[in-house]
T-cell receptor, first 112, second 114 residues
């Protein structure tokens, strides 16, 4: 079963705008990660946030985590056409840290 | 070059045939994973292995088999029992037995049925 559900399923914006993607999960976690996938390629790790952290930044990326609501958001600021990709959240469940379970993904299209 | 290599990039299976997807890593990672991705969908876990000669079923293991005879290799066999094998298959690895580390992915194998 998939641990995470992402929202929206698809998002289209213009270059320069901000893109926000949300992830909800079901069980208690140790950490949450975000990955990016270009069409037909493998996934690339973007950022990891631990369960005791509330916010983390990396370049144009900002991730928040609300463990009480079992949700996370990924914000990409000043988007570029090269940001066009699918974005997935993934969680290490507290009861089994060996498994990393992925969400359903958000397809982001950034128009020049 | 350090990384994780999947082959072939494209694979075709005939009815009733078993096919094996290769996954090799030179990152010295203990843990390796196989995921299946259907068009426009997320990743679903097939099998994973934390150590040589040991592996566990994921959420959709039926119709698949794996082996982990060497640390650097984790091949996936799609058997004839898997009735809907057409999908994009992704192999990944990470260091350490506990969670909290990132996954490194291969570039994937697209499997189609003839």
């Amino acid at each position: 079963s998939q641990q995470g559900e992402e929202d929206p399923q698809a998002l289209s914006i213009q270059e320069g705008e901000n893109a926000t993607m949300n992830c909800s999960y079901k069980t208690s976690i140790n950490n949450l990660q975000w990955y990016r996938q270009n069409s037909g390629r493998g996934l690339v790790h973007l950022i990891l946030i631990r369960s005791n952290e509330r916010e983390k930044h990396s370049g144009r990326l900002r991730v928040t985590l609300d463990t009480s609501k079992k949700s996370s958001s990924l914000l990409i600021t000043a988007s570029r056409a090269a940001d066009t990709a699918s974005y997935f959240c993934a969680t290490d469940a507290r009861e089994n840290t060996d498994k990393l379970i992925f969400g359903t993904g958000t397809r982001l299209q950034v128009f020049p | 070059d350090g990384g994780i290599t999947q082959s072939p990039k494209y694979l075709f299976r005939k009815e009733g045939q078993n096919v094996t997807l290769s996954c090799e890593q030179n990152l010295n990672h203990d843990a390796m994973y196989w995921y299946r991705q259907d068009p426009g969908q997320g990743l679903r876990l097939i099998y994973y292995s934390q150590i040589v000669n040991d592996f566990q079923k994921g959420d959709i293991a039926e119709g698949y088999s794996v082996s982990r005879e060497k640390k650097e290799s984790f091949p996936l066999t799609v058997t004839s029992a898997q009735k809907n094998p057409t999908a994009f298959y992704l192999c990944a690895s990470r260091g350490g037995r506990q969670g909290g580390t990132r996954l490194f992915f291969g570039s994937g194998t697209q499997l189609s049925v003839l």
